[in-house]
């Protein structure tokens, strides 16, 4: 007989009252004895895909519109903030990147707030491979990081040996973590298996590295296409699905991070293996964050309200993260040009 | 007897060139200075302060992009628009004020004449207020003033309009943005003239007007971090000892209302400007 774990109720994330869960029980159930099928062909991919059903578009539409309605207030929002500062990728992807600007974004990883010590680091600094070895360096000794987006990213329009090559480097300057993108291309012509092999190919040189799979949501065009890439990718050993490079005019939304959730709980319930999730781009806010963490608790449960496992990409969101952590000790509204710029 | 339906107006807020009701949901009744409901109005809460904070702070560095001269026909404008909606704006300070028709018209013009002189001073400022300065060096040094930046306006509980006008246009002539808190008991003059606003090219966020309760709202307004000049006219004494020192919390240039006869006088141009003196070196 199958052992039934519980997950929710047996790992407590944060310390602080973090009352965003409801009374129902949102944990997930999984089946330890349970593994990934190993796929052996495109044909046994296509069938394991074919069992999922289709998303209710206007469902999850009126879901995530429902849950954003839930008020979070007082010492809940305080945990909620820091939880969501803990969480965020600080990122600087522009080609206009140097050393200096990577070096003071490593300082304000580490630090957020000079002002106030309990203020926790964030998760990592993401950045271009060139730049590894720079953020690796100044981040020397601290909690933090370094992720790197890889595979020639944003658009990943390069030949597999190339993208190979391009995490090679990142792993050997020494990155923590890996962010490929999917060859959207592929997905959208029906090549899924390519798409897979990549990954997989991916994944065997990115080492101890973990590995986040961009799909990119906003090419993929429905929320179908989203979950069944979001299956592709766990079934060829991502650590972490992504929304979306920032590239692009439509980045993370919030049905598509509530599919992606249930991507990655159904994936945990049928084969045991907890994937983590990271939404990308256009999220400026505490607000949206605040929100975001409200999914994640609703879909997935508690267990991943942690920073291993659910993470923002973002670079002016911890700025008011800052802001609203600031007001609420001040009781006052805040000056945006008391933290530094991005 | 009509059998058209008859149509209600809703006062409502003014932030971001937008007119929302409160974001509280609330409002309240604004009762004539004869003890009738007038209307209903909206009644602001600290979330549509900072709301108007946000949209006045973005609103200000575009308000002084432009130059000097366009800002002054923008101010014009509003004149414009004031005087073809006169005889609203008479009936409605009429009703606040409880005055006859002769006052209030005559209340009416004289707030309208005012917005057109201070149009008139928008291009002049830094004339009057700057200058090139004699240094005892081989430099040139002048003298430009600036604005303050974003303003939190207290206007006058008593003169619904004239006072409104005084303490609202002369900083926005000075290129500052302006979040108002309306006069509690009679806020629809300013409510109509905001409305103007929006049809005078005024940049959505140079004036923001909240209606509400003043005891409430001016507290949010003097502790806001990210409001530059507080203009307290419309709290009496004890009130603006409260928040001038709130406001000192985040150094805020602060005006007290004076008892001064001050007529035709720039003090309210003045009072939210900041003189930034450059140097340059003289060179061939």
Redesign the interface.
Not at chain 1, 331 to 336: E, Q, V
């Given at each position: 007989m199958a052992k039934r774990l519980v997950i929710g109720s047996v790992i407590n994330v944060s310390t602080a009252p973090l009352r965003l869960v409801t009374p129902e029980d949102h944990s997930v159930v999984i089946q330890t004895s349970s593994q990934v099928p190993r796929i052996e062909s495109e044909t046994q991919l296509r069938s394991i895909l074919a069992t999922l059903s289709g998303v209710d578009s206007v469902g999850a539409e009126a879901r995530v519109a429902k849950l954003a309605t839930r008020s979070i207030k007082k010492s809940t929002k305080m945990a909620a903030l820091d939880l969501a500062i803990s969480m965020v990728d600080l990122t600087t992807l522009e080609g206009a990147d140097t050393p200096g600007k990577v070096t003071s974004l490593c300082t304000k990883a580490m630090r957020p707030s000079p002002m106030d010590l309990s203020v926790p680091s964030v998760a990592a600094v993401c950045v271009y491979p060139d730049l590894v070895a720079h953020a690796r360096s100044v981040l020397k000794g601290s909690s933090v990081a370094v992720a790197a987006v890889a595979t020639s990213f944003p658009s990943g329009r390069a030949s597999l040996n190339v993208k190979l090559m391009d995490v090679r480097e990142a792993v050997a300057n020494g990155a923590d973590e890996i962010d490929m993108v999917i060859d959207r291309g592929a997905f959208l012509s029906g090549r899924i298996g390519q798409v897979y092999e990549e990954i997989v190919a991916v994944k065997q040189v990115c080492g101890n590295a973990h590995l986040k799979v961009i799909l990119e949501t906003g090419e993929l065009v429905t929320y179908d296409n989203v979950r069944k890439a979001s299956w592709i990718a766990m079934l060829a050993g991502a650590d972490f699905i992504k929304t979306s490079t920032g590239k692009v005019p439509v980045a993370a939304t919030q049905p598509v991070a509530l599919v992606m959730l249930e991507a990655v709980r159904d994936f945990a319930e049928t084969t045991g293996q907890i994937v983590g999730v990271k939404v990308a781009g256009g999220i400026r806010t505490a607000k949206d964050a605040i929100r975001y963490l409200v999914i994640v608790n609703e879909t997935v449960g508690s267990t991943w309200m942690t920073p291993d496992l659910f993470r923002f990409g973002a670079s002016s969101l911890l700025n008011d993260l800052l802001m609203q952590r600031l007001k609420q000790q001040r009781?006052?509204?805040?000056?945006?040009d008391?933290f530094s710029g991005d | 007897m009509s059998d058209r339906l008859e149509i209600r107006k809703t006062y409502k807020l003014l932030i971001n060139g937008a007119f929302p009701r409160s974001e509280s949901g609330r409002s309240y009744e604004v009762i004539s200075a004869k003890d009738e409901f007038l209307a209903n109005a909206a009644q602001g809460s600290r979330k549509d302060l900072r709301d108007a904070v946000v949209a006045a702070r973005a609103a200000q560095a575009k308000w002084w992009s432009l130059s000097a001269y366009n800002r002054g026909q923008v101010i014009y404008r509003l004149a414009e628009m004031a005087e073809s909606r006169s005889d609203e704006l008479v009936e409605f300070v009429k009703l606040s004020e409880g005055v006859n028709s002769e006052k209030a018209k005559a209340s009416v013009a004289k707030a309208i004449d005012r917005i057109v002189w201070y149009a008139g001073w928008t291009d002049k400022i830094s004339q009057v207020l700057g200058g090139a300065n004699p240094v005892a060096g081989p430099f040139y040094n002048f003298s430009v003033p600036k604005p303050t930046g974003v303003i939190g306006v207290i206007a006058p509980q008593n003169s619904s309009l004239e006072g409104f006008v005084e303490c609202v246009i002369a900083p926005i002539a000075a290129g500052n943005s302006v979040i108002a808190l309306a006069s509690e008991k009679r806020p629809i003059p300013a409510v109509l003239l905001g409305e103007m606003t929006e049809t005078s090219d005024f940049p959505a966020g140079v004036l923001n007007i909240i209606t509400g309760f003043t005891s409430e709202l001016a507290l949010g307004l003097a502790s806001h971090e990210d409001i530059d000049g507080l203009d307290l006219e419309g709290a009496d004494e004890a009130f603006a000892d409260e928040l001038a020192f709130l406001a000192a919390g985040s150094i805020k240039r602060v005006l007290r209302p004076s008892k001064k006869n001050q007529k035709n006088s720039i003090h309210r141009l003045r009072a939210f400007v900041e003189t930034s003196t450059v140097w340059h070196t003289i060179g061939q």
């Open positions: 009781g006052a509204y805040i000056r945006p008391e | -």
